[in-house]
């Protein structure tokens, strides 16, 4: 029986040695795997009616329940300077957010566009640092997941990372199990 340990720091630079590849395509391929696993765990807005009022003064933000403005007038513009605005949760928004690390990595996805605003295409990138000894990818996104102040929304942002690395991880270690296995046969 032959044991065989790898040294998952070195695993990339294995991997592409043994496609011969260069490192730098190991990266690229695995930054889309990251970012179809990410938008494949982002969720989707699932309302399009929200009960919520978005307040902004002096550069600070808070949501508002609309039991807390039942019979009043709202208005864009109140006498103290807050801006209060309905919030609409279109649907589908969260999961579009990832448009623009999609077309950076020259990814195509079908997103409804008709329905998007503009600038959705700025809330995701990814840019890609191309160096012989340490290429690198970095996708930054800005998700919009409906939970307006009730409680943290960094788990659901860690749950979408980590299923972005689990389907990096997993598709490069079944290629390069499939690799060692037809080299070993040969």
Avoid: C
């Amino acid at each position: 029986m032959i044991k065989v340990g790898i040294n998952v720091n070195n695993l990339m630079e294995a991997y592409a040695r043994l496609k011969g590849i260069p490192l730098a395509s190991v990266v690229k391929h695995a930054s889309r795997d990251y970012v179809q696993g990410g938008f494949n765990a982002t969720p989707n807005a699932i309302i399009s009616r929200s009960e919520y009022y978005r307040a902004e003064k002096n550069g600070k933000t808070w949501y508002i329940h609309e039991s807390q403005v039942a019979g009043k007038t709202v208005r864009k513009m109140r006498k103290d300077g807050t801006s209060i605005k309905k919030v609409r949760v279109r649907k589908g928004w969260s999961k579009s957010t990832w448009i623009g690390a999609f077309r950076a990595l020259g990814m195509s996805a079908e997103f409804p566009s008709k329905r998007l605003e503009a600038d959705v295409e700025h809330k995701s990138t990814a840019v890609q640092h191309i160096n012989a000894d340490n290429p690198k990818t970095i996708v930054t996104t800005d998700f919009q997941i409906d939970h307006f102040g009730r409680e943290s929304t960094q788990p659901q942002h860690e749950r979408i990372a980590r299923e972005g690395f689990r389907l990096a991880s997993l598709r490069i270690a079944k290629d390069y199990t499939r690799l060692l296995s037809e080299a070993w046969n040969k």
